[in-house]
């Protein structure tokens, strides 16, 4: 059984935002949502101070708190691993969004635009009724992974099939793939460095990995 799952590396990540930009294009989001961040973080004492960026985003979880108390079962996990969000089934009751333990999700009650009350083309021709009043996250490009189930490619590794965010990525700090191959490159990569999964401490079995040094 697959199981998807997310690598950023947090000695590469330079903040540049890039993958942000690419998932708001890739998923057409409506203005002021972004399903993807990057958390500038800055530790230490002057003068000994550092800057961390880290990468957020839906974790999607092996054990997804929002599953659990959605009423109509408009969200589920699926088989590979990604938590999924039915638009059909969603009533916009909002509990995942108060269980999600990663603020990773978020509704929009009317069509907003990016420069006020005029809206451009492209917000015209990608706006989507079906996502309004509804809860929307990260999908981990959910359509590329279900085309490289039916084409035989592998996602992490044939860019087509690859979640946009990670083929963005300038510095080549996000990687994704199977984690059940021992061969994949996450598997291999998870091997050989330290790392550590957002609030794991809540039972959520998290399915993005942060490598910060070498095993």
Known sequence: MKRYVMTIDLRRCVGCQTCTA????????????QWRRVLDLETGEFPDVRRTFLPVACMHCGDPPCESVCPTKATTKRADGLVAIDYELCIGCANCVMACPYDARSIVHEQHFAYGESQMTSEAKRFDPGRIGVSMKCTFCKDRIDEAAATGRTPGVDPEVTPA???????GAMGFGDINDPQSNVSQLLAQTQHFRMHEELGTEPGVYYIWNQS
């Open 165 to 171: 965010c990670v083929n963005s990525c300038i510095s």
């Open 22 to 33: 690419a998932c708001k294009s890739a998923n057409a989001t409506p203005s002021g949502i």
